[in-house]
């Protein structure tokens, strides 16, 4: 659920009407990621210029209105990154913060705002925002679980088009976003990632958004082999355990189409559970073989989710399975991923995979192995967020393949689902007509193929 974001806290009970932050320690680029479950923690992450800012580096929240109930978190010690391209030279991050929001109440409207609470009446600094928990998938009356809201979006960049994108999600009121990778199109320019989390914060500051690596999040160091350095840095995601990364020595660009390195937990592989449904969230540039830390994570998390408390099961990677465009074909990451992992998908019946990659939007039947098959996920490409390459080139067929539903190359938007009960869900692909304004192009009733 997306809450406004409070510019003023006028009219809020013992609350001061601004703070001043110390210099170099005023939060930007704030944004937020539920936990593992999503019902009980929250993450939040900021920026600053500097690094000393005493009691203004923790976060204050409160689920009443700043009246009785105030907690105070602390954040880890701020971090750095830098990496290091014959191009672009040396580039050093800002402080980046990460602050967890531990043992929250379900299906509960919480505000934050940055700095301790002061004694009676309590004054946390402006600005405030807000956000909401999920319910708890095994405590919560069906009523809170049903309708979920979530909006699904892939390769936005920070175009023009890519802001209505942004603005257009806004409008919708989700619970939650769900990217299929590639976010800023920084292309190893980092201050790129500074500009598009400044385009995003009013959405990502109070509505949860959880990321999976794209190939425009590779960045690939010429200089030292470096590979997803923002990406790891800069996100927080719900990790299983550290991020296990090495550099790649083979000759390639910073984001390379056909790509396959090493990169393993952290933010490349995680899950979430957000009400009634599991989300894993996966990387298409790492090992995805029979054996690897990243199959043998997906088979066993499959097989231990509890389909009657979060019935529905869905996943997101970057790079396709299904592609009926003439872009993107035949790469090898997307051959091995699709060889390995489609039968997991069909085995636990996880309901629809969302990718993004290719510039368009495309949405299959029910699918195995080519063939329509009512037991098989419904796979979306989700890239027409509004990066700065434009469209998809084509097609590979004027007639599209019997298991291709619906496509298109000529507009940007995003796509929502409604989970409407235990097996029925509402999916809609809505394209951007201009900021603010959007229409759908593409709906669907899903049914809930584990009670087939």
Known sequence: MVIARLLSLAGLVGLAQASSFPEGCEPRQVHIAGGADAS?????????DGSDCGDFSSVSYSSDGWTKSVGNAAPSSPTRYNQTTTKYGTYVSPYLWNCELPDLAADTEYSFAFGATQPSPPSPPSPSYSFKTAP?????????????????????????????TVANI????????????????????HDRWDSWFDMVEDVSSNTPWYVVGGNHEIEHSDVDGEIFVAYENRFNMPRVKPAEMEPFTGETS??????LGKYDWGNSFYKFAHGPSTFLMLNSYTDTAPGSPQYAWVESTLAGIDREATPWVFALFHSPFYNSFSDHQGEEQQILMKSSMEDLFIKYRVNAAFSGHVHGYERTNNVAHEALDPAGPMYVIIGDGGNREGHASGFLDSTPPVWSAFRDNTIFGHA???????????FTWEKNVAEGVFETADSFIMENQYYL
């Not at 009980?40 to 600053?48: D, E, G």
């Not at 405590?139 to 175009?159: E, F, H, N, R, W």
């Not at 806004?170 to 320019?189: L, N, P, R, T």
């Open 416 to 426: 929502l689902v409604t989970l409407l009960n235990e097996t029925h869900a509402e």
């Open 136 to 164: 708890s998938a095994t405590s919560s009356p069906s009523s809170s679980l049903y309708p979920t809201k979530i909006a699904m979006v892939g390769d936005l960049g920070q175009t023009s088009d890519s802001a209505s």
């Open 40 to 48: 009980k923690s929250l993450s939040v992450s900021w920026v600053t």
């Open 254 to 259: 910073c984001t390379p189409s056909a790509f």
């Open 170 to 189: 806004a409008k919708e009121e989700v619970d939650f976003i769900a990217h299929a990778g590639d976010m800023s199109y920084a292309d190893c320019d």
